[in-house]
């Protein structure tokens, strides 16, 4: 979620009427314990808005408004830092590089995608593509195609390895507000930020104008939770709740939905550690989120 995205949403659903949904999810009923990995600062001011593990034994988080990307180890340690123009999303590529959206600050004059070796000593980013302001959420596919969500606008954009766009794919996928994006298989999922119901999408990679709702989280505009970032968690989807300060699990299948985590602060992204020291990503989330905390979640 950009900086502002928040403030911009409550202003978009406040208009939209009761949403049609079904009541808001219940508790899991899993044991959960929350603990902080890396302390914050100001809310808002050391807003930290995306993390990914690069399956090395590094999580890399970007710090948005101190326009950083930052390296930790398994036990909290900084690792590495360098400067990344309003960073947002961060994914690994199919190649093993580090992707990372710039420009993701609502002030900036461009947006798009660096890259960086996550092996390197001291990694510096490089611009891969740019011309794309507004956007916020990234995934990558097998191939290297990048999509990338856009909260103020209609369509996921598709962008090939290349830098060119598929604009048909765009078109089709004409999804108002996206925000997080992950791929499973061959199926593009997208929580939207900007709907009172808290809408999260399934878009085939195939045939994109075949969206569908999976589910939707909210059952008046006045429980609008404004989805952020999403993950493959076990055999479902992890969602994270903004306004509500939640983490949401959600059954791609049935769209059945349950709170498996609440009292976090304005959490912005969700991911599964992988090769990442002791830490086992069958039963633990990593969490960043707008008080500048990144907190593990543990179940069971």
Request: net charge neutral; charged share 25%; glycine share 14%.
């Amino acid at each position: 979620m950009a900086v502002v995205g928040s403030l911009v949403a409550a202003l978009a659903v406040g208009g939209q009427g009761v949403a049609s949904a079904a009541a808001a999810p219940g508790r899991c009923g899993e044991r959960t314990a929350v603990t902080v990995f890396r302390d914050g600062g100001v809310p808002l001011l050391d807003w930290r808005e995306n993390l990914e593990f690069d399956g090395r034994g590094t999580l890399w988080v970007s710090h948005i408004v101190r326009n950083r990307v930052e390296g930790y180890a398994p036990d909290g340690t900084l690792k590495a830092s360098f400067p990344v123009p309003g960073p947002g999303a961060v994914r690994r590529g199919p190649d093993g590089m580090m992707y990372v959206n710039f420009g993701v600050n609502p002030l900036a004059k461009d947006g798009g995608v660096m890259r960086f070796d996550p092996t390197a000593a001291a990694p510096r980013a490089e611009k891969v593509f740019g011309g794309t302001p507004g956007i916020n959420g990234l995934a990558i596919d097998s191939t290297g195609n990048f999509y990338l969500s856009r909260e103020l606008a209609t369509g996921i954009l598709k962008v090939r390895p290349d830098g060119t766009r598929d604009e048909e794919w765009t078109r089709k996928a004409d999804i108002f507000g996206a925000n997080g994006l992950e791929i499973v298989g061959d199926q593009l999922y997208a929580s939207v930020l900007v709907d009172g119901s808290s809408p999260v999408v399934r878009v085939p990679l195939a045939d994109p104008a075949r969206h569908t709702t999976v589910t939707r989280l909210s059952h008046t505009v006045l429980d609008g939770k404004f989805l952020d970032d999403l993950t493959l968690f076990g055999d479902g989807l992890v969602v994270a709740a903004f306004r509500s300060g939640e983490l949401i699990r959600v059954d791609p299948a049935t769209g059945r939905s349950c709170v498996l985590v609440d009292g976090l602060r304005m959490p912005t992204s969700v991911r599964v550690p992988r090769a990442f020291g002791d830490h086992d990503g069958r039963r633990e989330l990593f969490v960043t989120e707008a008080s500048g905390r990144v907190v593990r979640v543990t179940i069971g």
